[in-house]
């Protein structure tokens, strides 16, 4: 069966303290893995795609990366305004080509 | 370029109605997926359209129904409301391709209350 498992839940980071979150997925066939960003009330917003293992992609303070079995939203310097929850999904070619498969997200707060 | 569009913003029903949540697509893509996102969960995949057809479903029962126009826009319909379906209602576009894997794009999203 397929799953995402996001880690940690929360993560509360002062103003230019980096760090990381952590996506771990299992499928059958990765099809693609992307993150997005959600604000509260609003829909996910793109971030990034990633296709295959040792791929990497960068949008201004984010860095994302992806190995066989996780990836990682490296951030560097956060600012409050990076405060949001992360969600990672997957597409497993396994199942329908529509069919993304979401963890419950890291909700990151970030003091000024 | 128009982003993904989806009414009303809010909605309120009570146990036993049915609702329709419209969505209009991204310029430029052909299909259509919709989502559940309960409080604190990530999304869950309802259904997808593509062609004007169901291209795909998740574990939801066959009171959470849909269609999609030529103009690539879609319509969620959900019967027999349950205080379960409470949730925010995601709608994503994309371009299925022969290659690619499809990156959706989501709208803002329906929130629905059930009473």
């Known amino acids: 069966e397929d799953q995402v498992t996001q880690s940690p839940e929360a993560l509360r980071l002062q103003e230019g303290e980096s760090s990381s979150l952590n996506c771990s997925y299992t499928?059958?066939?990765?099809?693609?893995l992307f993150w997005y960003r959600q604000d509260p009330g609003k829909g996910p917003e793109f971030l990034f795609t990633?296709?295959?293992a040792g791929e990497e992609k960068e949008k201004e303070r984010l860095k994302a990366t992806l190995t066989k079995k996780e990836s990682f939203l490296h951030i560097t310097a956060p600012k409050p305004e990076d405060s949001a929850t992360y969600l990672c999904a997957v597409g497993d070619y396994g199942g329908s080509q529509g069919n993304l498969i979401f963890g419950k997200g890291t909700k990151l707060s970030v003091k000024p | 370029e128009t982003g993904v569009t989806q009414s009303p913003t809010h909605l309120i029903k009570t146990r036993g109605q049915q609702v329709t949540l419209r969505c209009s697509s991204q310029s430029g893509h052909n299909t259509v997926s919709w989502y559940q996102q309960a409080l604190g969960q990530g999304p869950q995949f309802i259904f997808q359209?593509?062609?004007?057809?169901?291209?795909g479903r998740g574990n939801f029962p066959p009171r959470f129904s849909g269609l999609q126009f030529p103009n690539y826009s879609s319509e969620l319909n959900v019967n027999a409301l349950e205080l379960d379906d409470s949730a925010l209602y995601l709608c994503?576009?994309?371009?299925?391709?022969?290659?690619?894997?499809?990156?959706?794009?989501f709208g803002p999203g329906t929130r629905l209350t059930v009473l």
């Open positions: 994503a576009s994309s371009l299925i391709t022969p290659r690619a894997a499809d990156t959706q794009y």
């Open positions: 499928v059958s066939g990765l099809r693609g």
């Open positions: 359209y593509y062609r004007e057809e169901e291209n």
């Open positions: 990633l296709y295959s």
